[in-house]
């Protein structure tokens, strides 16, 4: 299987480098891949983690050579407001980076750093040349939520007691101590609880997306069935902040698409709350057979996360803050000083800010990160807000899967604010570039829709 891996590798970045289209799907495949292979090599190696970037390289290349200008379009083409943040962010990372390959002699721990705050940005310019029509985004979606229902899949059958060398976490695992007892944090094919959580909650984020557009009796069952596979492996990873992440996106995505258009959400609200009815009853059908058993334990682990998510703001969200003052003062200590792994190459591991999101962009940036970044969020914010104000006058029928993705990209920030470190995972930054791509890329693809529209009505008259 590792050959296979490798072989496939190898194909998809030839592909990636001499085609236009279909780098994504490749994407997916080598991010998903990559951990369950390297369970499978000998001592387990750490760039396996990396793999997926091989493609990124690649489709950042063929950009380079066959059209430059798009790398830098979905920033400065559709909104002059975002160019500025945008140059100013990366200016700051520039200097941070010098910084830290200054401060610890050598280049791994910038390179570290460098991964998680620009990979999201590189991402966003690929999904905005990858995405010339709202289908291919829909293509995209379905397949990821394929691989994660794998995913959950095997999260369960672990927990059941199937035994393979795909299964469990990589190195000794996670140990929760809760509930009176030692439960263990199942991973499945992934590497680790943590990061089978994150893209266990995304599936059934994007599910209740996909969920949105015209479904039969049938389609609405079978996706429920599907989120509630997923809930259930969350809560068997023990990642208790991605069923409050799930939760967050549910409870916001109806209203802002009711912001955007009231007469669109109302059609599709029912669909979803019916999916939501049928997981509900099906949940309740197999709470009972659960009763006593060790999954309950996990189920009160769970649902403990809503009433400890206020503490854990406080202690790891802005409490983080001062220790990351504390260790690097108001400058920071440089790129890549809190990543993950740092501590092996001589980095000063900002132990108590590391898994808070705020910490940890102190740490390595500096206090007056907080104001650069929260500029640029809010760019970006009043980019998307535009966009979806776009996309609801003149093609309402996108609007339902359009405000889901947006709402899924904004629910990832209380996550970060109060646990950053799965955040460091490659694959993960660039799915969610990925989805704030295709709202970037949302003007030009309503031009190529009213075009193709256009043509076909035409072509009609004709």
């Not at 310019?125 to 394929?146: G, H, W």
């Not at 007892?181 to 094919?189: Q, R, V, W």
């Not at 492996?233 to 992440?245: D, E, F, H, N």
């Not at 854990?312 to 993950?340: H, T």
Request: aromatic content about 12%; hydrophobic content about 55%.
């Amino acid at each position: 299987m590792v050959v296979i891996f490798f072989i496939l590798l190898v194909v998809s970045c030839y592909f990636s480098f001499t085609r236009d289209y279909g780098v994504l799907k490749y994407l997916l495949i080598i991010g998903f891949l990559q951990d369950p292979v390297r369970k499978l090599i000998p001592g387990e190696p750490v760039y396996m983690t990396v793999m997926v970037g091989a493609i990124v390289v690649c489709a950042l290349a063929r950009l380079l050579i066959t059209n430059r200008a798009i790398i830098t379009e979905p920033f400065d083409r559709w909104n002059a407001s975002l160019y500025a943040p945008v140059q100013v962010y990366l200016i700051l990372i520039a200097i941070q980076f010098v910084h830290s390959l200054v401060r610890y002699g050598q280049p791994i721990i910038p390179l570290l750093g460098m991964i998680f705050y620009t990979a999201p940005l590189v991402a966003i310019s690929i999904a905005y040349s990858q995405f010339d029509r709202f289908e291919r985004v829909r293509v995209l979606l379905r397949m990821y939520c394929a691989f994660g229902a794998i995913v959950g899949l095997t999260v369960v059958l672990s927990f059941m007691g199937v035994e393979s060398a795909l299964f469990g976490e990589v190195g000794e695992g996670l140990t929760i101590y809760d509930q009176g007892t030692i439960l263990k944090a199942y991973a499945g094919l992934m590497r680790s609880s943590e990061v089978a959580g994150w893209h266990l909650g995304a599936s059934a984020c994007f599910l209740l997306i996909l969920l949105t557009e015209k479904s039969n009796f049938k389609t609405v069952a079978v996706t429920a069935a599907v989120i509630l596979l997923l809930l259930t492996a969350i809560v068997l990873t023990g990642r208790r902040k991605m069923i409050l992440q799930f939760v967050v996106f549910a409870a916001l995505y109806f209203p802002f698409l009711r912001i955007y258009q009231r007469r669109a959400a109302s059609g599709y609200f029912i669909s979803v709350v019916v999916g939501g009815f049928f997981a509900f009853i099906l949940f309740l059908t197999l709470l009972p057979l659960l009763g006593g058993s060790q999954f309950e334990l996990y189920l009160m682990r769970g649902s403990s996360v809503f009433g400890d998510a206020t503490g854990r703001f406080e202690e790891l969200g802005m409490g983080s803050l001062g220790w990351a003052i504390n260790q690097f003062g108001v400058l920071g200590g440089g790129l890549g000083v809190a990543a993950q792994g740092a501590q092996h190459f001589g980095g000063a591991l900002a132990h108590g800010a590391a898994e808070g999101g705020l910490g940890k962009i102190v740490s390595e940036l500096g206090v007056v990160s907080l104001a650069l970044i929260a500029w640029l969020l809010y760019a970006m914010a009043m980019h998307v807000h535009k966009c979806l104000s776009l996309i609801s006058q003149v093609l309402p029928d996108k609007l339902p899967f359009s405000v889901g993705v947006a709402v899924f990209a904004a629910s990832n920030a209380p996550t970060f604010i109060v646990a950053s470190q799965v955040f460091g995972d490659m694959f993960i930054l660039l799915v969610i570039g990925l989805m704030v791509g295709f709202l970037f890329a949302i003007p030009k693809l309503v031009k190529f829709e009213l075009e193709k529209r256009s043509a076909q009505l035409h072509k009609s008259i004709n």
